[in-house]
């Protein structure tokens, strides 16, 4: 009974769309018949995600599939991320021609991105990071209406194609960690949409094109571990709005300078900037101090001269509270010139700034820029000085640090955590032996 309800449904639905009245139309073949060829080209679906894609099921209940409310059978959205899916992206997906989003984030999709995704102009966001895909279609420049395209971390080759300049509103480009080649095109710089830009890790070469200035909405801007040469345009420093730049790893020169020929310093919502590894020369810009929502900044290995700014220290160890505060301390205890985050206090035969005289600090001032208590900081150091982060003498009753010399290395997020780690062990031995001393001899611990 039920097969013959099910066949009565389907010639009813035949004929309906054969007499050509969509509404009493519950599927669209050609949506359907897309999706099962997006299907048939799936090689291995190890989690059983498209185990649901079945004949008993409106191919709208299928997992990761979204329909149009007001074009019901028409497939909007196609998500599938992490489902460790290998295979290719079949071409026929240009005909879900009502698609806005496509994610496939995190599987293995191999072979090209179709340039048959050029038929789907209502597509919005394309995310297909962390994949194997081998080539940036040129047509994709047809789906004028892409704000977000994410193709980090493939196995994409050639250049960057011109044609993605045309996508007037992209708001996201990632194109980093790819194998590609060549220079950034001069037709992204007409992305006048454009907030963030990853092209870090893509073998480019070529100058950074001074017509970036026209990007004047770019929040993050990575560009690191490329091959970049010439000197940083200065338009780039006029872009009020940028708050993440990461030019490390090229081959800019240079000094670097704020002055972009108006009066005030613009980059006033910059929060990470990273330089190092390039060959920038020069001072150290002491307009950077007006950018006060700085939290990480890295200047190492390149060849700039001191003095570092004074101040800065204080505003990178004010943010970094929530990094670790023994890394906020270090970095006040190096000299003044070399007071940041993320320390950079490099190898110290490539850092200009090298410790150059002992320094007598009052605990009270750490204790000011850390938020923390003087007796804290004082415990802080006893435990530095005890693991050898640094070497000099805490005077209690001054209440100073006289610091000699600091622990001259760069010290990522991990190597903070195991050297708390160690700490926090040595911090207990010592209250064991402390506690079976003040057993023993009561009066000395007192005293
Ligand atoms: C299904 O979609 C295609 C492509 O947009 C369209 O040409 C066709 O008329 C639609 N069919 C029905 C029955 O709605
Ligand atoms: C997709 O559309 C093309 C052109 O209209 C057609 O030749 C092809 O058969 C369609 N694919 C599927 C799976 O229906
Ligand atoms: C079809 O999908 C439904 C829903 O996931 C599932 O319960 C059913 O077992 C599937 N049928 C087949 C034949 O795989
Ligand atoms: C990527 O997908 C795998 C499943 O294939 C999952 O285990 C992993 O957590 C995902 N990674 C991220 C960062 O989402
Ligand atoms: C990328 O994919 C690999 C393999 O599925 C997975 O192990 C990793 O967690 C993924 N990373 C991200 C950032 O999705
Ligand atoms: C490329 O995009 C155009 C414009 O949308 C489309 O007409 C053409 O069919 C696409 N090319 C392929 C190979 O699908
Ligand atoms: C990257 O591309 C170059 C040619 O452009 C090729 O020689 C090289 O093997 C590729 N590397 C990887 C990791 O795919
Ligand atoms: C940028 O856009 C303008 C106007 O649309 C156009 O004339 C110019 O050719 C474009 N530049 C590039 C490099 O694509
Ligand atoms: C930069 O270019 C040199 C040759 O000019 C090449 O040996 C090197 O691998 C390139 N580095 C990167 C990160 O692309
Ligand atoms: C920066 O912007 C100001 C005004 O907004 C302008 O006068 C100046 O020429 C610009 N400088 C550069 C290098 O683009
Ligand atoms: C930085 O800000 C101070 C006021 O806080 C101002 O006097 C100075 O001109 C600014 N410097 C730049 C380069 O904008």
């Known amino acids: 009974m039920p097969k013959r309800l099910a066949l009565l449904l389907y010639i009813a639905l035949v004929w309906c769309c054969f007499n050509n009245t969509p509404t009493y139309c519950l599927a669209n073949e050609t949506d359907r018949l ?22 008993s099921l409106h191919y709208c209940d299928w997992e990761g599939i979204a329909c149009s409310r007001r074009h019901r059978d028409r497939v909007t959205e196609l998500n599938l991320r992490s489902q460790g899916l290998v295979g290719s992206l079949s071409p026929h997906i240009g005909n879900l021609s009502f698609l806005r989003i496509i994610v496939l984030q995190n599987n293995s999709f191999h072979g090209p991105v179709p340039q048959e995704i050029g038929r789907l102009f209502r597509l919005r966001a394309l995310e297909l990071s962390n994949n194997s895909f081998g080539q940036i279609p040129k047509n994709l420049s047809s789906c004028s209406n892409l704000e977000y395209l994410n193709l980090i971390d493939n196995h994409l080759t ?3 194609p011109g044609e993605l300049g045309s996508l007037a509103k992209l708001e996201a480009l990632g194109l980093g960690i790819n194998n590609l080649s ?6 992204l710089m007409n992305l006048s949409s454009l907030s963030k830009v990853s092209l870090l890790e893509c073998n480019l070469h070529g100058e950074i094109p001074a017509e970036i200035n026209r990007l004047q909405t770019l929040r993050f801007v990575q560009l690191g571990n490329n091959n970049l040469s010439g000197k940083i345009p200065s338009g780039l420093f006029n872009i009020s709005t940028i708050s993440y730049l990461d030019v490390d790893s090229n081959k800019l020169h240079g000094s670097i300078s704020f002055d972009t020929g108006s009066s005030t310093f613009a980059l006033t919502n910059l929060q990470r900037i990273y330089l190092y590894s390039n060959q920038f020369a020069g001072m150290i810009p002491t307009s950077l101090l007006n950018a006060t929502g700085l939290e990480e900044i890295d200047l190492s290995k390149n060849s700039f001269t001191g003095p570092m700014p ?7 160890c004010l943010q970094s509270i929530n990094v670790g505060k023994i890394k906020c301390i270090l970095a006040i205890l190096q000299p003044v010139s070399q007071p940041f985050d993320q320390i950079m206090l490099g190898p110290s035969h490539l850092d200009p700034f090298r410790p150059s005289e002992d320094r007598t600090i009052p605990l009270s001032v750490i204790a000011e820029r850390t938020k923390l208590t003087v007796e804290d900081v004082e415990y802080l150091l006893m435990k530095s000085l005890s693991v050898h982060l640094i070497e000099g003498i805490i005077d209690q009753v001054e209440g100073t640090v006289h610091v000699s010399w600091v622990q001259p290395r760069v010290l990522g997020i991990s190597q903070i955590k195991s050297l708390r780690d160690r700490l926090d062990n040595w911090v207990d031995k010592v209250h064991t032996a402390l506690l079976s001393v003040e057993a023993e001899t009561p009066d000395l611990v007192a005293a």
């Open 34 to 55: 897309a999706l099962i060829s997006f299907k048939g080209s799936i090689d291995q679906d190890p989690f059983g995600a498209l185990n649901s894609w079945n004949d």
């Open 158 to 160: 050639g250049n960057i």
């Open 182 to 187: 060549g220079t950034i095109p001069l037709s």
């Open 310 to 316: 004074k101040d800065l220290g204080k505003i990178s």
